[in-house]
């Protein structure tokens, strides 16, 4: 049963995401006779795949969310290679997501290798196919995650940027600057040795409980406003994009974890509960 659960989970993953595949695949540019954005889907699968067999040899983490965002990353420029002819749209979408996926990935790929290791990954990575499963939802997180911007990037149909252009430009730089402006403040609190044992509560993390994954979640909307003009038929499917980003950052990974994760290590501390009861867990107050 231990080896049958993952072995599920990866094949389930792979079936919602070739589902995408196809529905993203109407209205692709086609080069060589295959839609582009069938193509620039297998992308980040195949690279967490190759990475995952020296990183369980190794028994290491380190390289896990480097490898997203070198999928990213070469998702896109691909996609720029393969279409030269790609409109202004395509083009900003694709610079959105390489200046996402640069600034995170090293961003995490430094924190991990500063603190020596990922906790969440103690137990997962002796198991074979459990850590299998993790690295297969790597690669479905950059396939379905860039979806709709995919969609708009390789689509064949162009048109001019318009309003929804323009406005989700703004909405992506809004949630980039979050994102980047509460990790920046996070990461000089733990930097202060005095802080080891607290929680951080100013800045950005006075608004919110978790202010950078309230940025990501934004800025994917910025990029899916972006797409929705040129999107049809079944390509509409992809607008599972943004709903994939706050399921799993607030129900999987990320706000459920660190919420539970805060609950044991000060669940006996007052200002602490005084922060849950005053702060909101992802949208920010704005007084």
């Known amino acids: 049963m231990a080896v049958l659960k993952p072995l599920i989970g990866i094949a ?5 995401s070739a589902g995408i595949a196809i529905a ?8 060589s006779g295959t839609p582009l954005f069938l193509v620039c889907a297998t992308v980040g699968f195949l690279l967490h795949w190759l990475v995952f067999v020296p990183s369980y040899l190794l028994q290491t983490e380190h390289f896990f969310d480097l490898t997203g965002s070198i999928s990213y990353i070469a998702t896109v420029a691909l996609a720029l290679l393969a279409y030269p002819e790609m409109d ?3 083009q900003l979408i694709c610079l959105m997501i390489a200046i996402w996926a640069a600034r995170l990935g090293s961003f995490l790929f430094m924190r991990v290798r500063k ?10 990575k002796t198991k074979f ?3 299998a499963f993790t690295w297969t ?3 479905a997180w950059v396939f379905i995650t860039m979806a709709a911007g995919l969609a708009a990037i390789t689509s064949a149909e162009q048109i001019e940027m318009g309003i929804f252009g323009y406005v989700g430009a703004i909405v992506w730089l809004t949630g980039f600057v979050i994102e980047v402006v509460a990790d920046k403040q996070k990461t000089n609190f733990r930097s202060d040795p005095s802080n080891a044992d607290k929680f951080i509560n100013t800045g950005l993390w006075s608004r919110s409980r ?7 979640i934004v800025l994917w909307l910025g990029i899916t406003l972006m797409a929705l003009p040129v999107l049809s038929g079944w390509q509409y499917v992809t607008l599972v994009s943004p709903i994939f980003v706050i ?11 660190l919420e539970e994760s805060g609950l044991q290590r000060w669940k006996d501390n007052t200002a602490y509960q005084e922060y849950l009861q005053t702060t909101p867990v992802l949208i920010p107050r704005l007084f």
């Open 12 to 16: 389930v993953i792979l079936l919602i």
């Open 24 to 31: 993203g695949s109407q209205g692709s540019v086609v080069v």
């Open 88 to 90: 202004l749209r395509g």
């Open 115 to 124: 603190a020596g290791k990922d906790r969440r990954f103690d137990e997962i």
């Open 129 to 131: 196919f459990r850590f």
């Open 137 to 139: 939802l790597g690669g």
């Open 210 to 216: 978790h202010p950078n994954y309230f940025g990501e």
């Open 247 to 257: 399921l799993l950052l607030v129900k999987v990974s990320g706000v459920k974890l």
